[in-house]
């Protein structure tokens, strides 16, 4: 059963970066066609796509965080990572990571289970 | 970036009733739609894809149907674990992919 696992600092001050990790376990990331991605949600409000990545490195960003955003993979630790630069209070959210089921295909079959960024100082 | 809208935004449904939630985006978005469900504290769970497929593992008693920018979501017979709230998603049209506000089904 496939499995997914964010990890990362609950706490990040403003204007720092934001780092997450998603671990993936029960099946490789290098699996073609999936695409393993990231989606945020604030504290009581609904959900918003990050960004996407494929095991070769080829990525999808949402325009409205694509100047601050990276997303990495690392295949020798079935791994991918996230990193929001400049972070401010309107970043605070459970950061999900998941995996689509191919490219193009956006929506998500796994879930982790989501981890609480807070951006406070 | 095409905009979802759900209604109602919230459904207070007794047990065994049927429940039927809406979905709307601003351009056709040609059944690449997909609804999940989301209890507190939990990550979102996904129920159907293609605006009619569902997922493994999920009660038929969940339907989906819909085309072009009206798409909807009934739940036949609601059981205690259907309480929830549910979202939308459209992947026609990206980036960006696009959600819902939801629609949370109560007890009534």
């Known amino acids: 059963q496939l499995q997914l696992q964010e990890s990362g600092p609950g706490l990040v001050k403003p204007s720092e970066t934001l780092s997450l990790t998603c671990t993936v376990s029960?099946?490789?990331?290098?699996?073609?066609?999936?695409?393993w991605g990231w989606i945020r949600q604030p504290p009581g409000k609904g959900l918003e796509w990050i960004g996407t990545i494929y095991y070769s490195g080829s990525t999808y960003y949402n325009p409205s965080l694509k100047s601050r955003l990276t997303i990495s993979v690392d295949t020798s630790k079935n791994q991918f990572s996230l990193r929001l630069s400049s972070v401010t209070a309107a970043d605070t959210a459970v950061y999900y990571c998941g995996r689509h089921p191919g490219y193009s295909y956006g929506y998500i079959d796994y879930w982790g289970q989501g981890t609480l960024v807070t951006v406070s100082s | 970036e095409t905009v979802m809208t759900q209604s109602p935004a919230t459904l207070s449904v007794s047990p065994g009733e049927r429940a039927t939630l809406s979905c709307r985006a601003s351009?056709?978005?040609?059944?690449?739609l997909a609804w999940y469900q989301q209890k507190p504290g939990q990550a979102p769970r996904l129920l159907i894809y293609g605006a009619s497929t569902r997922a493994t593992g999920i009660p038929a008693r969940f339907s989906g149907s819909g085309s072009g920018t009206e798409y909807t979501l009934t739940i036949s017979s609601l059981q205690s674990e259907d309480f929830a709230v549910y979202y939308c998603q459209q992947y026609n049209n990206w980036p960006p992919f696009t959600f819902g506000p939801g629609t949370k089904v109560h007890i009534k």
């Open positions: 351009q056709t978005v040609r059944s690449n």
């Open positions: 029960g099946g490789s990331i290098s699996s073609s066609p999936y695409h």
